[in-house]
């Protein structure tokens, strides 16, 4: 019945990026690009359709090198292209792990979250989805210390900084966490803790319907 409580309850929805794309031949695109030294903005958003195109035909091979040969090209961007930039590394960590690159998958996840950190800010709301998700990672890895940590300090990150999703979400994770490791007494306080933020963020979500 835990377990199962648990599983419902770890599957909290995270923020997504959507990446539209438009264009027939991107690669000849991004070919094009590279050779008259396109803004780097243009660029990284061309490599992303090419080795999007790649992984969903399942060349992850030829995904994982576009991804790569943009981060080198782009590497003195991270401070204007920040997102952009850790953007690269994030689905390059998807490449490496459907490759079965555990080292350059782990690598690429916590560059991505290095960057957002250092760009865009330890308690920003994106960065802090992607610490989750980083502990997702680690959790695949069976590396369920590490993965608790994180998920601990986005919990208390997102309390301090009234984002009661995240750190339900990752309440939700550490409950989940314990439960894997045999600590049921641990899971169960930690799932009972959840209760009063749900009930926040439903009394706030009421709130925010009714506001102007």
Same mark, same amino acid.
């Given at each position: ?7 419902? +309850? ?8 959507? +990446? ?9 695109? &991004?070919?094009?690009? %590279? ?11 061309? @490599? ?6 790649? =992984? ?8 994982? $090198?576009?991804?790569?040969?943009? #981060? ?6 991270? @401070? ?7 953007? &690269?590394?994030?689905? &390059? ?26 760009? %865009?800010?330890? %308690?920003?709301?994106?960065? +802090? $989805?992607?610490?989750?998700? &980083? ?20 919990? =208390?990150? /997102? ?9 339900? /979400?990752?309440? =939700?994770?550490?409950?989940?966490? @314990? =439960? ?11 799932? #009972? ?7 926040? %963020?439903?009394?706030? @979500? ?7």
């Amino acid at each position: 019945m835990l377990a199962t409580a648990l599983l419902v +309850l770890s599957q909290t929805a995270m923020p997504s990026q959507t +990446l539209v794309v438009t264009g027939e031949n991107p690669a000849v695109e &991004l070919a094009n690009c %590279i050779e008259r030294k396109c803004p780097a903005e243009q660029e990284i958003e061309l @490599s992303l359709r090419v080795s999007v195109e790649d =992984f969903a035909d399942g060349r992850y091979r030829n995904a994982r $090198a576009t991804r790569q040969r943009s #981060i080198r090209r782009n590497e003195d961007q991270v @401070s204007r292209l920040p997102r952009q930039v850790s953007s &690269l590394h994030a689905t &390059l960590a998807t490449a490496a792990e459907h490759k079965g690159d555990t080292g350059l998958w782990l690598e690429s996840f916590r560059k991505n979250v290095t960057i957002l950190r250092e760009y %865009i800010g330890e %308690i920003h709301p994106e960065t +802090l $989805a992607q610490k989750l998700a &980083l502990a997702d990672n680690l959790l695949k890895q069976h590396q369920f210390g590490s993965a608790d940590s994180h998920c601990e300090s986005v919990q =208390f990150d /997102a309390i301090q900084s009234g984002l009661l999703q995240l750190a339900t /979400a990752a309440l =939700f994770r550490r409950a989940w966490l @314990s =439960f894997m490791q045999n600590k049921d007494t641990e899971a169960r306080q930690l799932a #009972i803790e959840q209760s009063p933020w749900s009930t926040v %963020i439903v009394r706030q @979500s009421k709130w925010r319907q009714y506001s102007p």
